[in-house]
């Protein structure tokens, strides 16, 4: 069967459409997905399963693989479950190194498509530069041979698409757990600066302990790119699947997408999963802002009068359409989840968010007026920069070391106390001194409290605020890098920790 007969069949999206699929969800919805579960596929096969291999071959990588049975189908080609018929001993590699018995192999349907190779060439750069338990371990893949392809970890369970109608509505608990287990796998996606940008029950695989994992990075992107990826050959890539992807992706601008995009696709799949309702059908759930809407889709105690206000605030928080009014990051929505597990409840709003109404357009003009610093006074007359500031009376906490914020404090003016174990430590009063950048971006804890003595201004950014404010400010970013390398090189001198010797192979166990 020819391609342009199966699109018209619906068993393979179409060129123009595959980013922006508004019918019911098939086999082939996904290009990239990592398909795990049992999907019927279509009685006639499409042109991507007469071209690809066939069940039995054997595929050669760093491993050699044989291929057991067709998982799924997607626009750019067939995910197999395989065995890796090699072991430790005959590969001679370290037994950790090998990959499991059982893998998923994603094998390219059309070798030669520049679009195809791109987008697993992207899922493979972003599979080789994040480590989490969330995501799966890219094992192996070859991009050379007349079969590109590539490895990675098989969950059996399938996804969440697979297993809804069985499942049926996810409940309090596990929309929880499905939130956090989401978060952190994009947390550490973020922090190796990918955007994935297609978040949605069909790339989050069930991983049969009752947790969840985040797949399929390919249509993703470097995080606060300003051009690139958006089109590649007749399809436009990054945009996400309708229902589940960000307002601000129907822009098809890179330069609107940044953190904040993917925690979108996370409000949306709890939002889809809680309430049974699967947003890629139903594009009457959807809310615009020319309708004077707030929230892209509907709150969700008008949908389920029994959800718990924390679940709703969480949820909701993550779908404002407007992207400024979105948490800054996944540390600051898990941080607030931690503070509901711990039983108190969930946290006002962050002091960024109540304080920076606060501020009179004519103080902040006068505080501008002041500053010696050019580059910051200049920064500071950009448009729209105003809603940043924010100023502390006297004795005010700026940030505290319970609530762990998430969020970086530029100083303009005044002095700034720095406790640690409820000593005074250090004042800082330099001009332009960003506090907390550290924490921000990496979402540890900050271990100091930082008090206001005297009348103190400052601009405030959460996480998606400064990586903003640092990519597109080049000098900003230079200073620092500086003040980080300063402070390794005037510390205390670093210790290596001794490495123990590698075993040899010898030496391994037989069993």
Request: aromatic share 6%; glycine share 8%.
């Amino acid at each position: 069967m020819s391609e342009r007969r199966a699109e018209k069949r619906g068993l393979v999206p179409s060129r123009r459409d595959a980013d922006f699929q508004e019918s019911t969800p098939t086999v082939a919805e996904n290009p990239g997905e990592w398909a795990t579960g049992q999907k019927p596929l279509s009685p006639a096969p499409t042109a991507l399963e007469t071209d690809g291999p066939s069940i039995g071959d054997v595929l050669k990588g760093r491993y050699t693989y044989r291929l057991q049975k067709r998982l799924g189908t997607g626009g750019f080609g067939s995910v197999y479950l395989a065995e890796c018929l090699e072991t430790a001993t005959e590969s001679g590699a370290n037994r950790t190194e090998r990959p499991p018995a059982e893998v998923a192999v994603k094998v390219l349907g059309r070798t030669q498509d520049p679009q195809a190779k791109n987008s697993l060439k992207r899922e493979l750069a972003a599979l080789l530069a994040i480590r989490a338990p969330n995501i799966p371990a890219l094992h192996d893949w070859s991009l050379e041979s007349d079969t590109a392809f590539s490895v990675v970890d098989y969950y059996p369970a399938g996804s969440l698409a697979d297993a809804w109608p069985i499942i049926g509505q996810l409940d309090e608990e596990r929309t929880w757990r499905l939130m956090s287990d989401l978060l952190a796998a994009l947390n550490a996606a973020h922090q190796a600066s990918i955007l994935h940008l297609d978040v949605k029950p069909s790339n989050v695989l069930l991983d049969g302990r009752g947790g969840y994992v985040l797949t399929d990075f390919g249509v993703s992107h470097a995080s606060r790119m300003s051009r690139g990826l958006l089109h590649q050959g007749q399809i436009a890539v990054g945009l996400g699947t309708h229902g589940y992807r960000a307002p601000e992706q129907d822009s098809r601008s890179l330069q609107a997408f940044d953190l904040r995009t993917d925690l979108w696709g996370v409000g949306a799949t709890a939002w889809a999963l809680y309430t049974g309702i699967d947003l890629n059908r139903r594009a009457d759930a959807l809310r615009r802002a020319e309708d004077g809407n707030v929230f892209g889709l509907r709150r969700l105690s008008d949908v389920k009068l029994t959800c718990p206000p924390p679940l709703e605030e969480v949820i909701m928080g993550l779908l404002y359409i407007d992207p400024a009014k979105r948490p800054g990051g996944t540390g600051e929505v898990l941080s607030q989840i931690r503070t509901i597990a711990s039983g108190f409840g969930l946290d006002a709003q962050t002091v960024a968010a109540t304080r920076r109404e606060r501020a009179r357009p004519d103080e902040i003009q006068a505080v501008i007026a002041s500053l010696v610093d050019p580059l910051w006074a200049s920064i500071c007359r950009t448009p729209g920069f105003d809603r940043y500031f924010v100023r502390f009376d006297d004795g005010e906490v700026l940030s505290d070391i319970v609530a762990q914020p998430q969020h970086t404090y530029l100083l303009l003016r005044g002095q700034i106390e720095i406790e640690r174990e409820g000593r005074l430590v250090d004042v800082e009063n330099r001009e332009g001194t960003l506090l907390g950048a550290v924490s921000t971006f990496t979402g540890a804890p900050q271990r100091v409290r930082l008090r206001a003595r005297g009348p103190v201004w400052t601009c405030i950014f959460n996480e998606a605020e400064l990586e903003q404010l640092v990519t597109c400010n080049s000098s900003v970013a230079v200073r620092m890098i500086r003040t980080l390398a300063t402070r390794i090189a005037e510390g205390p001198p670093r210790v290596e920790p001794a490495i123990p010797p590698r075993p040899s192979r010898r030496a391994l166990p037989e069993s």
